[in-house]
């Protein structure tokens, strides 16, 4: 079993529907959780960081996590054929001195249909 | 734009030649990581560096190697080159602060062996 795991899609979806995409991961030590939009032949973009469960919202997009259920979700709202792109999931441990490797889920390409 | 430049942007290389890619950082951050994102995957961690020292290690052999420069600049090179290698590979540079790090992601070098 894979650390993290995600559903790679492809996701289609009409323009102004409501995305839900999602992770499940398996290491209870992950602390940080984060969201990455890839567009084709670019590197990934950060969207969104949490540390706590919860939810944490920023314009369309809010982030969930649900570290009893070790589950999260990237929500989008009124989306946008702009937000046609693959989409990264990635956590990582607390590590005071050592080093900060992220660990990435596959990504989900969503394409957004006008 | 996140201030993280890679060089090249592409490169065709054949089968057990050495290849050097390189990374400049985004202004006052101490911390670079490389990562290999193979088609259809997501990044996989290379390794770290933090003040020119490398800080931690992925699943990756050691014909993988790094450098980092006292001006945050950063080289990945790869020797005996084997058709696998084949990825786009990432740098992405950080501040480390308090336990509260966020990566910035490159645009990536493609890199093809033949």
């Known amino acids: 079993q894979k650390e993290v795991e995600q559903d790679p899609g492809p996701l289609s979806v009409p323009e102004g529907a409501i995305v839900s995409l999602n992770c499940t991961y398996s290491?209870?030590?992950?602390?940080?959780f984060m969201w990455y939009r890839q567009y084709s032949r670019k590197g990934p973009e950060l969207l969104m960081y949490?540390?706590?469960?919860g939810n944490k919202e920023d314009g369309r997009f809010t982030a969930q996590v649900d570290k009893s259920s070790k589950y999260i979700s990237l929500f989008i709202r009124d989306s946008q054929p702009s937000d046609s792109a693959t989409y990264l999931c990635?956590?990582?441990?607390?590590?005071?001195?050592?080093?900060?490797?992220?660990?990435f889920g596959k990504g989900t390409k969503l394409s957004v249909i006008p | 734009e996140t201030g993280v430049t890679q060089s090249p942007t592409h490169l065709i290389k054949t089968r057990g030649q050495q290849v050097t890619l390189r990374c400049s950082s985004q202004s006052g951050h101490n911390t670079v990581s490389w990562y290999q994102q193979a088609l259809g995957q997501g990044p996989q961690f290379i390794f770290q560096y933090y003040r020119e020292e490398e800080n931690g290690r992925g699943n990756f052999p050691p014909r993988f190697s790094g450098l980092q420069f006292p001006n945050y600049s950063s080289e990945l090179n790869v020797n005996a080159l084997e058709l696998d290698d084949s990825a786009l590979y990432l740098c992405a540079s950080s501040l480390l602060a308090g336990g509260r790090e966020t990566q910035y992601f490159g645009p990536g070098t493609r890199l093809l062996v033949l």
């Open positions: 290491n209870s030590a992950f602390q940080y």
């Open positions: 990635a956590m990582r441990e607390y590590s005071g001195a050592g080093s900060y490797q992220l660990t």
């Open positions: 949490t540390y706590s469960s």
